[in-house]
């Protein structure tokens, strides 16, 4: 296969773009072995052109994808291999996908959906193809188990789900390959962008979302007092705290999780409204333990004061 690899590290994170093209020579850096992740294998004698143009993170991938007739295998056995989703998107011409001998169901426009595992997977192109890769680790998720069917069935059906395709292909074509200082941010921002997919699918009971909205006020009347927890909450809604953590699960996040969030919200407003008061103040009042909590927080949630 004539392929030639174009890479370069964007960050010292692990974080980077590559390239694999065919046609023009470009210089390479530090080569990804494709074929240590992909087997090829050329279909009626065609030389197997495949074409990725992708930005990899530690538990991500963005990929754009074109390919000539070819089949691929990818073995998932390797360490972290097997705990992805992986969300294949078919714009373009044909793709068949098969986990473990099996074929893969697809959704209307070729949408497919794999699920964690070290199950084998064959993709099969038949003729020219166009699409759009995206893997993310479902430890990005937790506590969302999606389920791959629904994941499947939901994702394009939703306006959210089409949007958020959109915005990955957007990062794709206006970064040049250079994200500097913004890495943690975009990271950030793909992360958000894999729980919004998740949640499109994710169906909540009437019941747990009543307990949530109620959860929900009572911890923003209460996140200042720096002693306000998880169980002191569930003790004011009178549930236990398995039912609470349920309901707050069933929406994609944690309740010790939104405390500080409230906490965090509470005090970027404070030090953006009174720029003349200490940060160590404001911790105090918005129930942290210290400055360095506050900072903590407001680094979490991507959060930065005018000051």
Same mark, same amino acid.
């Given at each position: 296969?004539?392929?030639?690899?174009?890479?370069?590290?964007?960050?010292?994170?692990?974080?980077? /773009?590559?390239?694999?093209?065919?046609?023009?020579?470009?210089?390479?850096?530090?080569?990804?072995?494709?074929?240590?992740?992909?087997?090829?294998?050329?279909?009626?004698?065609?030389?197997?052109?495949?074409?990725?143009?992708?930005?990899?993170?530690?538990?991500?991938?963005?990929?754009?994808?074109?390919?000539?007739?070819?089949?691929?295998?990818?073995?998932?056995?390797?360490?972290?291999?097997?705990?992805?989703?992986?969300?294949?998107?078919?714009?373009?011409?044909?793709?068949?996908?098969?986990?473990?001998?099996?074929?893969?169901?697809?959704?209307?426009?070729?949408?497919?959906?794999?699920?964690?595992?070290?199950?084998?997977?064959?993709?099969?192109?038949?003729?020219?193809?166009?699409?759009?890769?995206?893997?993310?680790?479902?430890?990005?998720?937790?506590?969302?188990?999606?389920?791959?069917?629904?994941?499947?069935?939901?994702?394009?059906?939703?306006?959210?789900?089409?949007?958020?395709?959109?915005?990955?292909?957007?990062?794709?074509?206006?970064?040049?390959?250079?994200?500097?200082?913004?890495?943690?941010?975009?990271?950030?921002?793909?992360?958000?962008?894999?729980?919004?997919?998740? /949640?499109?699918?994710?169906?909540?009971?009437?019941?747990?979302?009543?307990?949530?909205?109620?959860?929900?006020?009572?911890?923003?009347?209460?996140?200042?007092?720096?002693?306000?927890?998880?169980?002191?909450?569930?003790?004011?809604?009178?549930?236990?705290?398995?039912?609470?953590?349920?309901?707050?699960?069933?929406?994609?996040?944690?309740?010790?999780?939104?405390?500080?969030?409230?906490?965090?919200?509470?005090?970027?407003?404070?030090?953006?409204?009174?720029?003349?008061?200490?940060?160590?103040?404001?911790?105090?009042?918005?129930?942290?333990?210290?400055?360095?909590?506050?900072?903590?927080?407001?680094?979490?949630?991507?959060?930065?004061?005018?000051?």
């Amino acid at each position: 296969m004539n392929t030639e690899l174009d890479t370069g590290d964007v960050s010292a994170t692990q974080h980077s /773009r590559h390239r694999l093209n065919w046609g023009a020579r470009t210089p390479t850096q530090t080569p990804i072995d494709f074929h240590r992740m992909f087997q090829l294998f050329p279909r009626d004698g065609d030389p197997g052109r495949v074409a990725i143009n992708a930005l990899l993170f530690d538990s991500f991938t963005i990929a754009q994808f074109k390919c000539g007739p070819v089949s691929m295998v990818r073995e998932r056995r390797a360490v972290g291999s097997g705990e992805r989703f992986w969300l294949i998107l078919c714009t373009k011409g044909r793709l068949d996908i098969s986990m473990a001998g099996k074929p893969l169901a697809a959704f209307s426009e070729q949408f497919f959906v794999v699920p964690p595992g070290d199950e084998r997977l064959t993709f099969m192109v038949p003729e020219y193809c166009e699409g759009m890769l995206f893997t993310f680790h479902r430890s990005e998720v937790e506590p969302l188990r999606p389920e791959a069917a629904k994941l499947r069935e939901e994702t394009l059906r939703a306006p959210l789900g089409r949007a958020s395709f959109g915005y990955l292909k957007g990062i794709l074509d206006s970064d040049s390959g250079t994200i500097g200082d913004d890495t943690t941010t975009l990271r950030t921002l793909v992360r958000e962008v894999a729980r919004a997919i998740v /949640r499109t699918s994710t169906v909540v009971d009437p019941a747990t979302e009543c307990l949530f909205e109620s959860a929900q006020w009572v911890l923003q009347a209460e996140f200042t007092n720096p002693e306000f927890n998880a169980a002191q909450l569930a003790q004011r809604l009178g549930v236990s705290r398995s039912t609470l953590d349920r309901a707050y699960s069933a929406r994609g996040c944690r309740i010790a999780q939104e405390i500080r969030r409230a906490r965090a919200e509470y005090a970027k407003s404070r030090l953006d409204l009174y720029p003349s008061w200490s940060r160590s103040l404001v911790a105090h009042l918005a129930g942290f333990g210290s400055g360095v909590s506050l900072r903590r927080a407001l680094e979490e949630f991507n959060l930065k004061p005018s000051r």
